[in-house]
């Protein structure tokens, strides 16, 4: 790995009294696209979580660029280059689809102008004044990811951006995902659809009970996909 | 939004004739009513933070206009900047705690500091306690313009109203009020993407303040007095009521609620205490039957008609 982008060691997390992370430890280098797999509940949301500072308690170390986030509140890691794009998606229901790409604050430069996000889009495009609640579970998620593009955040932090969609979106996101792969971002996939994840990530770690369990190049995939099964139970 | 436009227009002809029809002192007191209202609404319809102290504001800067026209003895533009200015110190001292939470816990905070407030009130030797503050002089504006005529005033007190009207609206739909809008949708998410909520949550509360204080304020310089009843609970109860009655979350909204709760206050005053009861039954039928409010409701209504395949 050439240079490290995020490095995370030791990690834990808690949601109230609850201990979600046990101590996880990954790193992702820069333009590299990530995936984190592992059951429900293996704690790979609350790994982006804990990565981005929205959880309740988080412990261990969460290097940027070098620089140690843990402590920092949710805004101030915004502001260092990192981007969630959340499983629920959070679009704000009061703001139509371009004040929605426009909301988030331009953190560094290098982001996507809103232009090429159309372009990229083209469906939000079409529906580019009405209510972000409006539109479909698609389109929402493609809202999700366009917004968080202006920004110029170096890493995204994808979770689940499949999730619910129907086959063809499945595909198109894919190739958005890559394309922003090929433009220089660093993303970092959660994903419960395996398949999906094969083709487009240039690794993948295996999380289990709160802890990173395994690592596999893309290229090891065919000859471990038993282990991944097994990890997985599909 | 042309249709937008027209009805502005409208109800801009209708406030400059208004006088030739009903008493300008019932009028100026309605306006300062609408816009603590509009302050109020700023907040819980803009950000969602449900206060129970903005009497607190309102109160307040009417006894500082009060004490600085009169014990001071300084023209009524200082008096209207000194409420402002408290009020807006009172909100950043008192908002500062209240929106580290929300909800009822926020509700709860803001009420304890206008109790609070309420019973500094009570005590200062310079509120007049109970008598309140009286007999305040309506001194020229500017040095020049007579308030003491009741006509010349109302338009004054429009046009504070239609500032602070304005300034309401720009802050609304600007960039800001698009962030705190997001807050409201979703705090946590605003959060994710940069934008530190508390500032935006901090800031439109001390706005909120300061434009309850100018309301109050105003409403000091037309009635010559301030009085304990502007700190009361009541009042920070009256507010949330006439924002509800109007409509939360349009900018209008608390106007025409102010309106209907101060009319229905002026013309039920025959029947004495008991228009709090007829206010509470107004307010559970509204809740309960129009929850979008009067504004609410006809907008509603006005977007089914023109679409009606929707």
């Known amino acids: 790995m050439a240079d490290t982008l995020l490095k995370v060691t030791g990690l834990q997390a808690w949601y109230g009294e609850?201990?979600?992370?046990?101590?996880?430890?990954?790193?992702?280098g820069r333009g590299e696209l990530v995936t984190l797999l592992g059951r429900n509940g293996a704690g790979k949301t609350t790994t982006l979580k804990s990565i981005m500072g929205i959880v309740g308690k988080r412990t261990g170390s969460i290097t940027f660029e070098g620089e140690e986030t843990v402590g920092q509140p949710s805004d101030k890691i915004a502001r260092r280059g990192i981007a969630y794009c959340p499983e629920e998606r959070g679009i704000f229901s009061s703001l139509n689809v371009d004040e929605n790409l426009g909301l988030p604050p331009i953190v560094k430069p290098g982001g996507l102008s809103v232009e090429e996000i159309y372009k990229l889009f083209p469906n939000l495009l079409e529906r580019r004044r009405s209510q972000g609640t409006k539109l479909s579970g698609g389109e929402q998620q493609m809202l999700a990811i366009g917004r968080i593009l202006r920004t110029g955040a170096d890493l995204l932090l994808l979770d689940e951006p499949t999730e619910g969609l129907a086959p063809?979106?499945?595909?198109?996101?894919?190739?958005?995902?890559r394309q922003l792969k090929a433009r220089g971002f660093t993303i970092l996939l959660v994903e419960q659809n395996f398949h999906f994840a094969a083709t487009i990530a240039d690794r993948h770690y295996v999380m289990e009970d709160g802890r990173v369990v395994d690592a596999i190049a893309a290229a090891d995939v065919q000859q471990s996909i038993g282990k991944l099964q097994t990890y997985l139970g599909v | 939004m042309t249709?937008?436009?027209?009805?502005?227009a409208?109800?801009?002809?209708?406030a400059l004739v208004a006088p030739a029809f009903a008493y300008p002192v019932f009028l100026m007191k309605a306006l300062c009513?609408?816009?603590?209202?509009?302050?109020?609404?700023?907040?819980?319809?803009?950000?969602?933070?449900?206060?129970f102290g903005h009497a607190m504001f309102f109160g307040m800067a009417g006894y500082f206009y009060g004490h600085v026209v009169k014990a001071w003895n300084m023209p009524p533009e200082i008096g209207l900047l000194a409420g402002v200015a408290g009020a807006a110190v009172l909100g950043l001292v008192t908002g500062a705690l209240a929106i580290r939470r929300q909800g009822i816990y926020f509700a709860m905070i803001t009420l304890a500091f206008a109790q609070m407030v309420y019973f500094f009130c009570v005590q200062a030797p310079f509120t007049g306690g109970e008598d309140g503050l009286q007999g305040i002089p309506r001194k020229p504006?500017?040095?020049?313009?007579?308030?003491?005529d009741d006509l010349v005033l109302y338009y004054v007190v429009l046009a504070i109203f239609l500032?602070?009207?304005?300034?309401?609206?720009?802050?609304?739909?600007?960039?800001?009020?698009?962030?705190?809008?997001?807050?409201?949708?979703?705090e946590q998410r605003a959060l994710s993407l940069g934008y530190e909520a508390d500032r935006y949550k901090l800031l439109a509360f001390v706005l909120s303040a300061a434009l309850a204080g100018l309301a109050g304020a105003t409403?000091?310089?037309?009635?010559?007095?301030?009085?304990?009843?502007?700190?009361?609970?009541?009042?920070?109860g009256e507010v949330v009521l006439m924002a509800l009655v109007g409509g939360l979350g349009t900018i209008i909204g608390p106007v025409v609620g102010a309106f209907i709760i101060v009319t229905m206050q002026n013309y039920l005053a025959g029947f004495g205490q008991f228009v709090l009861v007829i206010q509470g039954a107004i307010f559970v039928v509204i809740v309960l039957a129009f929850r979008k409010g009067v504004v609410g409701e006809v907008m509603d209504w006005w977007k089914r008609r023109r679409s009606p395949s929707t």
């Open chain 1, 18 to 28: 609850s201990h979600i992370l046990h101590g996880v430890d990954f790193e992702i």
């Open chain 2, 3 to 8: 249709s937008q436009r027209v009805g502005y």
């Open chain 2, 10 to 14: 409208i109800l801009i002809v209708l």
């Open chain 2, 141 to 148: 504006l500017f040095g020049v313009i007579p308030t003491k």
């Open chain 2, 33 to 51: 009513f609408a816009l603590f209202a509009c302050a109020f609404n700023l907040l819980l319809g803009y950000v969602g933070l449900m206060s």
């Open chain 2, 219 to 236: 409403k000091a310089m037309v009635q010559q007095f301030a009085t304990l009843t502007d700190v009361a609970a009541s009042t920070s």
């Open chain 2, 163 to 186: 500032f602070g009207y304005a300034a309401i609206y720009r802050f609304i739909y600007s960039p800001f009020g698009q962030v705190l809008k997001a807050i409201r949708d979703n």
């Open chain 1, 168 to 177: 063809v979106i499945v595909q198109r996101i894919g190739e958005i995902i």
